[in-house]
């Protein structure tokens, strides 16, 4: 038997071979299934409606945005570096903006966590986020050293995190009440991901802004 937040992969899909009714998902839902039947489930819905998540808050953007409405997935599911570079990078003003807009809406809020769409892109929202309060953790931070940052997170030493794709899953600081997605996702199943690193409940939180 085993338990799983995540039950479908990108790359494979669904975890297990047969659904609710018994019924064998077809070879395109799933490919070498872990599990063989799937026995309960439960949405995120009903376990924020039952007090075991927060309610999620989608916020209003009172900034310009990205230009990521053209962006196209390649085979691998990947969005093309050179979309990425044209919808993210070099937009100095456009990202102070946006940051500026997250900290205004996150003035009595207690952890902001930032997904940034590459390391340039971190890099450059770093730059409008006050250093004092702000760190960046991506694939090539040392894990002593993301150990340290994420302590100083939950220990609310710092207020704002940016991550770049290394913070979407298995990371928990339950205090963090706003999550700032300045990326275009590639699947909803990433999208529920990222949001869900805001849903934990805590002392003092009553919802996150997302």
Avoid: W
């Amino acid at each position: 038997i085993g338990l799983s937040a995540t039950p479908y992969r990108m790359s494979t899909g669904y975890v297990y071979k047969h659904d609710l009714r018994g019924v064998a998902l077809h070879e395109s839902k799933t490919r070498e299934p872990y599990f063989n039947k799937l026995i309960y489930k439960i949405t995120a819905r009903e376990l924020i409606q039952q007090n075991y998540l927060c309610q999620p808050i989608v916020g209003a953007i009172h900034s310009e945005h990205y230009e990521t409405l053209n962006m196209q997935t390649n085979a691998m599911g990947n969005f093309s570096k050179e979309d990425i570079d044209r919808a993210y990078h070099g937009k100095g003003r456009l990202t102070a903006d946006i940051v500026a807009d997250v900290i205004n809406q996150s003035k009595d809020r207690q952890g902001v966590l930032f997904f940034a769409a590459t390391v340039q892109h971190a890099g450059e929202i770093m730059e409008s986020l006050p250093p004092e309060l702000s760190a960046i953790v991506t694939g090539s931070t040392s894990a002593s050293q993301r150990e340290i940052i994420i302590l100083k997170f939950k220990a609310k030493i710092i207020k704002y995190l940016v991550n770049v794709a290394v913070l979407c899953v298995g990371f928990d600081a339950p205090h963090c009440d706003v999550v700032a997605i300045l990326r275009a996702t590639e699947s909803a199943s990433l999208l529920q991901q990222i949001i869900g690193r805001g849903l934990r409940l805590s002392d003092g939180k009553e919802n996150c802004l997302v």
